[in-house]
């Protein structure tokens, strides 16, 4: 459904399609932190934001960590029961489960990002899940789903006949850190606008926290006129609620974790006025976070 260019195993290209009318918007699904096959995971919610994006035809990617996977032989945060440990063939049947709840989804889906869950069983096991469910897609649905690496850039064309001032990048990296209780983790916005400046969206997954923060930025034209732009920061929540099925005990509980809200996000560019001039910038995003039980 989406054609995509890959530039490099850091950089992949998406046709964005054709730039309607002023007002016109283009938007992106981004899940990360599914923990796909935990007892915790909200189902529910994804499956509501996948029938959405599909039912728009909107494009979709994961930013990693789609799987828990954390009860494979040599992982220490092993535990029986609760994360479908009871299955012998236990990577063989999350593989499997998976594969079976995408499918229909899977023609939307066109960029898929590694995770830390996702890089310790490549590390332990030898076994790429990721790319197990992108093959195992691509052979029940024909479409193939790009997979990049832990962090990279979506850069975004869009088709004019009129100049939009160069593509929209999008950069994304699972994250890192904890989940930092106090800060929310917003005290990176300063520090990757420094390190990403040709960046218009930062987007960010990992500690479950969630947030979007628009940070200014003063430019200047080659022919000498200031301009400003802001350059948008988004921190994805996950779709593990550590509510759900508690028992008092396990990862979370022994490391501490408190209660978060759980969502996923759109990603916006806008095509704003501008005499004489096709103008997409990317706008404020679109938290869609769980309904309040």
Known sequence: MFKTKRINDYVLELDAGDVGNSGWTHKTLAMFDQHFDND????????????KAKDEGRPIFFGGD???????????????????????KYLNY??????????????N??????????????????FD??????EGLKYKTSHQIE???????????????????GKR???VHHGYGGNAPATKGVLNVGRRAAAYPCADILVTGHTHECWAMPHAQEMLSNKGIVQKRVQWHVQIPSMKDETKNKKG???GIEKGFNPQVNGFAWLKFERVPKKNEVLVVATQPELELEYVR
């Open 249 to 251: 005990r396990g990862w």
């Open 66 to 88: 789609f799987f828990d996977v954390m009860q494979t032989r040599h992982d220490p945060r092993r535990a029986r029961g609760g994360n479908n440990s009871e299955k012998a």
């Open 169 to 171: 990048k999008i950069w």
């Open 147 to 165: 997979q990049m690496n832990y962090t990279g850039y979506l850069v975004y064309k869009f088709n004019s006949k009129s100049s939009n001032r």
């Open 40 to 51: 915790k995971f909200r189902k529910d919610l994804m499956e509501g934001g996948l029938k």
């Open 129 to 134: 899940i990721v790319r197990a469910i992108i």
């Open 94 to 107: 999350i593989c499997e489960e998976a594969i079976e709840f995408l499918t229909p989804y899977a023609p």
């Open 109 to 126: 889906i066109f960029a898929w990002f590694m995770g830390n869950h996702e890089t310790v069983v490549l590390k332990n096991s030898d």
